[in-house]
């Protein structure tokens, strides 16, 4: 299973069985869900709303295998978003165990994800970075 907020060709491509996107742009919303409905074979769910709303509420369903997250790169407070971001998956038990958290950012900022995780690798491509997050070993 993938929580997914990038393209959506980028979670059932690779044969995820349940998605889920949360993005709190109407627009986006709106294009998502017609690219969804006209793509997507496996389970799906679509959450209109900000992602930190949804984790708290719980909307975000089962524990994923992979989660990706693509905060806005042109925010001042991109690393508290960042951190946030995975305190929150953290906390909402959104990662299965031995789940992966893929980070967007730009290829200038260093991944700095915390303590409670480990970059597991990091791909560059163009001006974006791609961080491969696992938790850290307790």
């Given at each position: ?7 959506p060709q980028?979670a059932?491509s690779?044969g995820?069985a349940h998605v889920?996107?949360?993005?709190s742009g109407?627009?986006v ?10 793509m997507c074979d496996?389970r799906?769910q ?10 708290k509420k719980?909307l975000?369903?089962?524990p ?11 925010r001042?407070?991109?690393r508290?978003?960042?951190g946030?971001v995975?305190e929150?998956l953290d906390?909402?038990g ?9 980070l967007?950012?730009?290829v200038r900022?260093?991944p700095r ?8 690798d990091?791909?560059?491509y ?10 850290a070993?307790?």
């Amino acid at each position: 299973t993938a929580w997914s907020a990038m393209p959506p060709q980028a979670a059932w491509s690779r044969g995820a069985a349940h998605v889920c996107w949360v993005d709190s742009g109407r627009h986006v919303i709106s294009v998502l869900k017609q690219n969804v409905d006209g793509m997507c074979d496996a389970r799906k769910q679509v959450c209109g709303q900000d992602v930190f709303l949804a984790l708290k509420k719980r909307l975000v369903g089962d524990p994923y295998d992979i989660i990706f997250s693509d905060p806005p790169y042109d925010r001042e407070n991109l690393r508290d978003v960042q951190g946030r971001v995975l305190e929150d998956l953290d906390a909402a038990g959104a990662l299965a165990p031995g789940g992966l958290v893929v980070l967007e950012q730009n290829v200038r900022q260093e991944p700095r994800p915390g303590e409670a995780w480990r970059v597991a690798d990091c791909r560059d491509y163009g001006e974006t970075r791609l961080v491969f997050l696992v938790k850290a070993a307790k």
